[in-house]
C-alpha cells in the first residue's frame, strides 16, 4: 500500500507570495490532518480534514488555510508569506476511528526568502 | 503554552545501553499517548503508543511506562542499536480528535 504523498517535495517562495501544498493520503484513509515542524517551535497542528470538512483548527493565523476534495486528498494554502513561514508542512493521514493511528508523509521543505 | 513537556533534549547512549525519554502532560483529558520516530529527512512514523487504563506497554525492544496520578509517560528503548539514532517524540490527544500534542522532541544517538 502506498503511503502518504507530498508534492512538492522542496519549494522556495519570495515574502509576500502564496504556495499551495498537495497531501494523497493513503487509500482508505479519510481524514487529513496537516502540521508545521520548525526547530524552535516543534510540531505544530494546522487542521484537519474529513469528508471535505475542517473539523479541528490550531492556532495560526486566517493566512493558512486547507481544504479537501471528495477523493480525500488534501491542499493547504498559506498567503502573503513570511519569513516565519519556513518551515517542513507535514501530512497525515489516518483512518476514522478512535486512537487510528497517523501516518505522516516526508513533508514539503518551504524556504521563504 | 505546551502541553506536552519532553526531556532531555538530546541524548548520547552506547550501543546496547538503555535510552530513556520522559514527558509530561497538563490536561488530564488527554487519553491517547503516542510515541513518533523521525529520521533526517523523513516523516515521523508511530513507534507505540499507550492508554491510561494501562501502566505499561511494550513492543520489541521499546517500551513505554505511564504514570497517571503524576501525568508523566516515558519511553525505554533497550538493547539501543545505531539504527535506533533519531529524534523521538512523544504526544498526546483525546481519543477520536487528531490533533495532537507533540512534545520537543529528543534526539537519541547511539555510538556502535
Known amino acids: 500500500k502506498a503511503g502518504v504523498t507530498q508534492t512538492p517535495r522542496y519549494l522556495i517562495k519570495t515574502r509576500g507570495q502564496q504556495v499551495t501544498l498537495s497531501c494523497s493520503p493513503i487509500?482508505?484513509?479519510?481524514?487529513v490532518s496537516w502540521y508545521q515542524q520548525t526547530p524552535g517551535q516543534g510540531l505544530q497542528f494546522l487542521f484537519e480534514y474529513f469528508s471535505e470538512t475542517q473539523r479541528n483548527k490550531g492556532n495560526f493565523p486566517g493566512r493558512f488555510s486547507g481544504r479537501q476534495f471528495s477523493n480525500s486528498r488534501s491542499e493547504m494554502n498559506v498567503s502573503t508569506l513570511e519569513l516565519g513561514d519556513s518551515a517542513l508542512y507535514l501530512c497525515?493521514?489516518?483512518?476514522?476511528?478512535?486512537?487510528?493511528?497517523?501516518?505522516f508523509g516526508n513533508g514539503t521543505r518551504l524556504t521563504v526568502t | 503554552q505546551q502541553q506536552v513537556k519532553q526531556s532531555p533534549q538530546s541524548l548520547i547512549v552506547q550501543k546496547g545501553g538503555i535510552s530513556i525519554i520522559n514527558c509530561a502532560y497538563e490536561?488530564?483529558?488527554?487519553?491517547?499517548f503516542p510515541w513518533y520516530q523521525q529520521f533526517p529527512g523523513k516523516g515521523p512514523a508511530l513507534l507505540i503508543a499507550i492508554r491510561p487504563d494501562v501502566s505499561e506497554k511494550k513492543e520489541g525492544r521499546f517500551t513505554i511506562s505511564f504514570n497517571k496520578s503524576a501525568k508523566q509517560f516515558s519511553l525505554h528503548i533497550m538493547d539501543s542499536q545505531p539504527g535506533d539514532s533519531a529524534t523521538y517524540f512523544c504526544a498526546a490527544t483525546l481519543g477520536g480528535d487528531y490533533k495532537l500534542s507533540f512534545g520537543a522532541g529528543t534526539t537519541v544517538t547511539v555510538r556502535a
Open positions: 487509500s482508505g484513509h479519510r481524514s
Open positions: 497525515a493521514s489516518s483512518l476514522v476511528q478512535d486512537n487510528s493511528p497517523l501516518h
Open positions: 490536561n488530564t483529558a488527554f487519553d491517547y
